[in-house]
């Protein structure tokens, strides 16, 4: 399927890239290309079918040749609550995901569904079943949000003989809701891949012991997935090697060497991935593009079968490498995705250059843990498909002539601008600085960031082909300067500022620590040189606390690191960079205080109080540099609000601000900000966003 909304006119594909386009047969289907955006957790659930719909669609109309579920619980034993997980329990669960295989075939591509049993790795909160296990080890979780104190139960073979069966009729139900490729999922802690790691599995049956024992499980799902659907569908087996390529065999050269072995033909297509959500989905700070190779280059010569894998792909000569190498058939993606729906069609249209590459940021993951529909740094209108009616590449075009003036070049400045421009607006955008970025041009040229300069990159590329668009650095604009100017629309994105305030145990703001030595992050962007030692003292907890440590290290300071939270940069537990963070603080021979508040810094010592007892102890700095609360800079906007009469003398009809000067975030609320202000210029709706409902054709009654 092609789009005429891209031209083709005076771009062809590069001929280097037709291996990507070929057609793939797995089983009894054939995937009409080898782009496969592999199983990936949306946050969509069957309380918002078209949601998940529409987002699940427009990967297919971007090209997608393959497009997947996320995990869909066979049976209520399988229980994520309160993660936001899809289900197949039900009746009234194929008419959701009707929707979805509609949305995708509309487009000519296959539809896949990942069928889950989550194991002992869930806590099965609502339905409070005994959660199932091989051998009664329980999941180590680590996150808050996933603790649970209910350790699993250990499987009878009669449990076994149900779980088969549970895996059979979720394949019937999700045959008939049209799905093309049915998964079995023996990865990631799941149920199918306790049963193969030795740790897990300690069962003295026909089920443990030796890996042919161990395999047999999962090549008895295989088996039940086939019986029931075999004939139409497609049965691929989702797999994590990691462990099991760490573990020595007696014949193989690995455990995983000799899984793969003992079920190369069973599938028909091999899904092949890491163990953990923080090496599966790596962010790009700490794991560059392809990092899982090493791990899966060998399935290909143990199987006939085709073979999937991942590596946060954005670039099509790394695809085509992977392919021409053989290491993999299909380019499985589910990031790259994500940030540009339409990879595989601009690719396919020459037109690569305008991809939107994913920046390896991994906000996308920390939506589902916080429990919401996917969120996109570089693509804010994921997951607002259908709720706001957001399309990633059509636009409302304006019949309006007013003209924007956008006052700020960062994130926010910068997606306003283009999405604007799209519509049809004449847009001018300035910015006091020689470099348009804002805050990333600093932020990129730390440690481990210079993959989220994609974000300035890709939107001044755009910006500089658009006839209708006027960019200015070191252009500093006061509030007479755009009276006289008198664009009818005047958008202020003018960032925030990091501020000195300390917070009590409470979380409440304390007063502001002004003394020489004290520092924030724009005073390191603005150049300054800051003496050793220095503690970094973060309660942002994000990123820029634990990067600018690593910073100071580098630059040859003795530095410390202290929080009142309980880990370095704790809000990373939610982009799977909370292991690697620590990893590198430690490496960087940083030392990490937790649980404590900054009391006092005195001739050279610091008071770090423990946010429990109040005990204090002291710490030798010259330096603090404090990565806290964030103020927004938005004087501009103040100073032009506060007198209407001039502003409407000058002929603006409206002023409005967006990203950090409305709300300091991170760089995904900025480019959402940008975005909606422009799509608001023209929208249609004059609603928020639609609301999704549950689909219940059937009235509600016991599940299986
Ligand atoms: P956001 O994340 O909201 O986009 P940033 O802090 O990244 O915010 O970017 C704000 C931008 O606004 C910076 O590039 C800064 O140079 C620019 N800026 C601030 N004040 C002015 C002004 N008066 N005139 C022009 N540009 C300004
Ligand atoms: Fe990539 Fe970040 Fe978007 Fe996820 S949120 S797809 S990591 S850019």
């Known amino acids: 399927m092609f789009n005429s909304y891209f031209s083709f006119q005076g771009h062809t594909m590069n001929p280097h890239y037709e291996v990507l386009f070929d057609k793939v047969p797995i089983g009894p289907v054939v995937a009409p290309n080898r782009f496969y955006q592999v199983p990936h957790a949306s946050g969509m659930t069957e309380a918002n079918p078209r949601v998940r719909a529409a987002f699940r669609g427009l990967k297919a109309e971007g090209g997608w ?53 989550g194991g002992a790795s869930v806590m099965n909160r609502s339905s ?29 073979a009669t449990d076994i003989q149900d779980v088969l069966r549970w895996q059979g009729q979720a394949a019937i139900r999700a045959k008939k809701a049209g799905f093309d490729i049915i998964y079995v999922y023996a990865g990631m802690g799941y149920l199918p891949y306790q049963f193969l790691i030795s740790e897990y599995n300690r069962r003295d049956d026909a089920y443990g012991g030796s890996v042919a024992n161990r395999v047999r499980f999962v090549h008895e799902l295989i088996e039940a997935t086939r019986d029931a659907v075999g004939d139409s569908c497609a049965v691929a087996l989702r797999i994590s090697l990691e462990e099991l390529r760490a573990k020595s065999s007696n014949h193989f050269e690995s455990e995983a060497h000799e899984v793969v072995s003992l079920l190369s033909e069973a599938p028909d297509l091999w899904d092949v991935k890491m163990d953990s959500s923080p090496t599966d989905c790596s962010a790009s700070r700490f794991r560059p593009e392809g990092s899982h ?53 601009k690719i396919k249209a020459g037109r ?15 939506s589902w843990h916080d429990g919401v529909p996917v969120r996109c740094t ?8 259908w709720r706001k009616n957001w399309h990633p590449e059509k636009f409302n075009r304006t019949s309006s002539e007013d003209r924007l003036l956008i006052i700020g070049a960062g994130p926010a400045g910068l997606e306003a601008a283009l ?8 847009v001018t955008l300035s910015d006091q600085s020689k470099n348009m970025g804002g805050r990333l041009n600093f932020e990129t040229a730390l440690p481990g960031l210079s993959t989220w300069r994609r974000v300035i990159d890709y939107r001044l590329y755009a910006l500089k082909q658009m006839n209708n668009v006027d960019l200015y650095s070191n252009s500093e604009l006061s509030r007479d300067d755009i009276l006289e100017l008198g664009h009818e629309r005047v958008v202020i994105a003018t960032g925030a500022k ?18 020489p030595n004290v520092y924030t992050p724009d005073d390191i962007a603005a150049g300054i040189k800051i003496n050793g030692p220095v503690l970094v003292y973060d309660f942002d907890n994000y990123y820029l606390g634990g990067v600018l440590a690593e910073k100071l290290a580098a630059q040859g300071l003795s530095v410390s690191y202290a929080t009142p939270a309980g880990h370095a940069s704790a809000w990373t537990i939610m982009t799977n960079e909370q292991p690697f963070v620590h990893q590198n603080l430690e490496n960087a021979g940083i030392p990490v205080i937790t649980q404590v508040l900054l009391q006092s810094h005195e001739n050279d010592t610091i008071g770090l109080a423990n946010i429990f007892t109040e005990k204090l102890q002291q710490l030798a700095a010259k330096s603090v540099l404090i990565v806290g609360l964030r103020r927004p800079n938005d004087s501009l906007y103040q100073t032009l609000i506060s007198n209407p009469n001039a502003t409407l003398a000058a002929g603006i009809k409206s002023v409005d601000r967006i990203g950090d000067c409305l709300a300091p975030g991170a760089i995904v609320h900025a480019i959402y900000s940008g975005h909606d202000y422009a799509r608001n210029l023209v929208t249609t709706r004059s609603n928020l966003y639609l609301r999704d409902i549950p689909i219940a054709v059937n009235p509600p009654g016991a599940v299986i």
């Open 128 to 156: 409070r079943i005994a959660p199932y296990s091989p051998s009664g080890v329980g999941w180590a979780a680590t996150h808050v949000g996933f603790m649970g104190q209910l350790r699993p139960k250990i499987m009878d």
């Open 352 to 366: 690569e250059d305008e991809i939107r590459e994913c920046i390896g940021c991994n906000i996308c993951i920390s």
């Open 65 to 117: 040749g393959v497009v997947s579920t996320g995990a869909v619980s066979i049976h209520p034993s399988s229980d994520d609550s309160p993660l936001p997980y899809a289900r197949l329990w039900d009746d009234n669960d194929i008419h959701a995901h009707a929707l979805s295989c509609d949305a995708i075939h509309q487009h000519g591509a296959l539809a896949a569904i990942e069928l889950w049993h």
């Open 498 to 515: 990091w501020t000195k305030s300390l917070y009590s145990s409470l979380e409440i703001p304390v007063g502001e620590l002004n003394q």
């Open 378 to 385: 570089q693509n804010a209108t994921a997951g607002e498909e």
């Open 293 to 345: 190779e090493s791990i899966i280059d060998f399935v290909k010569q143990i199987t006939d079968k085709p073979v999937v894998g991942v590596g946060r792909f954005t670039s099509p000569d790394t695809m085509t490498s992977q392919i021409n190498r053989g290491i993999l058939d299909l380019i499985g993606g589910a990031r790259a995705g994500i940030a540009d729906p339409f990879l595989p069609n």
């Open 419 to 426: 999405i604007a421009a799209k519509q049809g607006f004449q």
